[in-house]
């Protein structure tokens, strides 16, 4: 498995969700939780994608996207960030900070197995 995608997500079911999808496409998921740690982890590995649940206790979303966007290391990972589509100001701002997607989580549960593709496959 060469292809690595970051999940930074506390729900246990979309986590799960996700890693299915990921084993379907002989891609491994790493999850990380903490700013430090996701960070660390796109330094060292390189990620084809990072996945952040822009509702995850202790991130704060758009200063972590900006750090991600400012190293050379990490500046062309995407980064795809989901959140409930009443929190539009948040999403606005992971927008802004330099995400290169940002999805309501109803669309990002509906259309998982293409956004993953999207970047793991290609």
């Known amino acids: 498995m060469s292809r690595k995608v ?12 996700i890693m299915t999808a990921l084993d379907g496409m002989e891609a491994e998921g790493i999850k990380a939780i903490r700013s430090d740690d996701i960070f660390k982890r796109a330094q060292e590995l390189h990620p084809d994608l990072i996945i ?3 509702n995850l206790n202790g991130i704060e979303a758009p200063s972590l996207i900006n750090k991600l966007r400012s190293y050379g290391a ?3 990972i995407p980064i795809v960030c989901y959140s409930p ?4 100001d948040q999403m606005k701002a ?5 995400a290169t997607e940002v999805l309501p989580n109803s669309r990002m549960t ?13």
């Open 94 to 98: 992971a927008k802004s900070a330099g």
């Open 74 to 76: 990490t500046c062309k």
């Open 110 to 122: 509906s259309k998982m197995n293409q956004i993953l593709g999207k970047y793991v496959e290609n």
């Open 6 to 17: 970051i999940i930074a997500a506390n729900n246990m079911i979309f986590t799960s969700k």
């Open 52 to 54: 952040i649940d822009l």
């Open 85 to 88: 589509s009443t929190l539009k």
